[in-house]
């Protein structure tokens, strides 16, 4: 700032020197009497200048503390408070101390975007006429957290058509977060028959196919592939059987966690109660059929061995993730699928004999097998608190109510997502207002953050 006046100055000097060994009188009593008039109107410019490189000085530090603030809005916990506080530190620290400044921060849209105000109150030598033009400083920046913070849905299958999937009048409402497929096919992502997806931000890597009216907002088409949020989440270790081949069809039933060998099935009236922990659930189905009902709170199930999750039509299901250990924040998690059945070492010879087989569990069921394919069909599973992390298949979900619309969050990393017959899949992203932890990559702190002009 100081450099620029004195080129000034430097300038105007050199042109007053020559103007002095001038020989003609004329110009020497013109000089003369314009010289006041050319030192104020330097001076003048030395003042303004130093107004304006000032200003300048004071945009940049906003603009940094407004990217900073609006970063903030993608932390759970973060408040009003945090925030400002956040902005201030970025803007003192990009202006420097000594400098008496007032810096406010506000919310605005609904907590989607962060405006940052400084004034700065600024002496003027010799430009104090222009004052109520020039004094104060005031400079603001708005910097707003696009879509796509906040992950609720992404498909990974890469090239595979229908990654995510609506048919028949199937709705998937996300509205404060994004929904991801990741395929490169031009019908990656495909909505048919008065089917519906809102979301903050709709994603695909390749194309969409669907009524403009089925997208809220429309889709983004050719984005970077995501990549798994997940993928470096290790599993939880587990050996042995503590149950095989584990059935309850009535009354009131308490399960505990550990090693479900051949499968868990929970069927008839049964309601059943799930303690706390970790559920592996190993080489064959898990299976909550008929009336029955499971609730739990603070529980993962980690599916192994080709097991697959089916919840059918008429049953209850209440569940929230551990918020602790090896899957805090996740509610279902599938390992490789390397087999249908299961089998164990330290098992007898009887004991290996006996392979429960996943295409006579949904023969019974009168409904067609998918060895690939979880299957939410439950019209009361209204509390799906956690991540259901099931990178190898496909989630299937059919349904003629709400579904996870009471959780407090719920997100969905699968290969693919399929929709169908009137399900109405809502997620919330109220992570504030659980103690199950989010899990790190599902809210990708400070990305997709920019300035408004």
Known sequence: MKAGADVVIMQFFSTLARFWRSGKGNVTIVFSIALPVI???IAVSVDISNLYMRRAE????????????AKELYMAGADQKVIAAVAENYARTNIGTGRKLKIGTTLIDDDTAVTVEIVEETKLYFASFLVSELSPIHVSATARAAGGGRICVVGLAETDEHTVLLDFSAKLTAPTCA???????????????KSTIEAELICSSGGYSGKDASFQPSPIVDCPQL???????????????????????AGDVTIYPGVYCGGLTIGGTANVFAQPGVYVISGAPFG???????????VGFHLVKGSKIHFMRDTTIDLGAPKSGPMAGILIYEGPVDGNTYSDDDDDEDDNERKFSTANFLSALSI???????????????????????????????GENKIADKSAYTAIIVRQLEMRSGPDLHLNTNYTSTDVPVPEGITPVGRNVFLER
Do not use: W
């Open 39 to 41: 030192i104020g109107s």
């Open 58 to 69: 004071l945009q940049g530090a906003a603009d940094s503390a407004a990217l900073a603030a």
């Open 179 to 193: 929904v991801y497929s990741n395929s490169m096919s031009k019908y990656g992502l495909v909505t048919f028959l």
């Open 227 to 249: 990549q798994d949020p997940l993928s470096d989440r290790k599993a939880p270790s587990y050996s042995g059987c503590d149950y095989k081949d584990f059935k309850v069809s």
């Open 288 to 298: 909550v059929l008929d009336e029955a009902k499971l609730r739990g709170e603070y």
């Open 368 to 398: 067609t097998h998918n060895p690939n394919q979880h299957e939410i069909r439950s019209n009361n599973a209204r509390n799906l608190l956690g991540t259901i992390y099931l990178p190898h298949s496909k989630l299937f979900i059919h």
